[in-house]
T-cell receptor, first 116, second 111 residues
Framework: DTGVSQDPRHKITKRGQNVTFRCDPI?????LYWYRQTLGQGPEFLTY????????KSRLLSDRFSAERPKGSFSTLEIQRTEQGDSAMYLC??????????????FGPGTRLTVL | AQTVTQSQPEMSVQEAETVTLSCTYD???????LFWYKQPPSRQMILVIR????KQQNATENRFSVNFQKAAKSFSLKISDSQLGDTAMYFC????????WGAGTKLIIKP
């Protein structure tokens, strides 16, 4: 396994268009996280899944944002009707959370979104 | 509420010097995990070092070591013999099922 992968690495779109990003986690990991990161800032948590269940989505930035993890493996993050303020790096991370509470997360390279 | 505070927005040191990045956190849990992550410019976030709260011994990974003071809720990162490749944003994070992030410290190693 080569780690967490994200596709595409870069996306340029026009305002008002919809975009979808994909994340493939490390195969044995049961948790998958989406973050947004703007320049010079730390990761901003958006949502996470445990297996296929989305356990937290209240931090998604608006109802234009949605995420899925249909079979508990890869996940997609969709942004509808993109706005210039959506321009950022979108990070995906995965972890294996057992009973210990250890939540070391492994990150993908990110998808950089530019909305024109 | 669980929080993580990194009080140094930016630091710079000369190559080969030792630098310490500070981190404090707040939690009511007795068992948890602490992490330092590194994010080089335009590159992927990677784990530098981790500490399990129930272990009293400070974690060490080559040139990177931590000073974990559980009672003070302090978790500082020491980088010895700093190298140009250590230039990056460094994030402290605390975990007990959820990962809580600090705002980061931008570290610049000067030649």
């Amino acid at each position: 396994d080569t780690g967490v992968s994200q596709d595409p690495r870069h996306k340029i779109t026009k305002r008002g268009q919809n975009v979808t990003f994909r994340c493939d986690p490390i195969s044995e990991h049961n948790r998958l996280y989406w973050y947004r990161q703007t320049l010079g800032q730390g990761p901003e948590f958006l949502t996470y899944f445990q297996n296929e269940a989305q356990l937290e989505k209240s931090r998604l930035l608006s109802d234009r944002f949605s995420a899925e993890r249909p079979k508990g493996s890869f996940s997609t993050l969709e942004i509808q009707r993109t706005e210039q303020g959506d321009s950022a790096m979108y990070l995906c991370a995965s972890s294996f959370l057992g009973t210990s509470g250890d939540n070391e997360q492994f990150f993908g390279p990110g998808t950089r979104l530019t909305v024109l | 509420a669980q929080t993580v505070t990194q009080s140094q927005p930016e630091m710079s040191v000369q190559e080969a010097e030792t630098v310490t990045l500070s981190c404090t956190y707040d939690t009511s849990e007795s068992n948890y995990y602490l992490f330092w992550y590194k994010q080089p410019p335009s590159r992927q976030m990677i784990l530098v070092i981790r500490q399990e709260a129930y272990k009293q011994q400070n974690a060490t990974e080559n040139r990177f070591s931590v000073n974990f003071q559980k009672a003070a809720k302090s978790f500082s990162l020491k980088i010895s013999d700093s190298q140009l490749g250590d230039t990056a944003m460094y994030f402290c994070a605390h975990s007990n099922y959820q990962l809580i992030w600090g705002a980061g410290t931008k570290l610049i190693i000067k030649p």
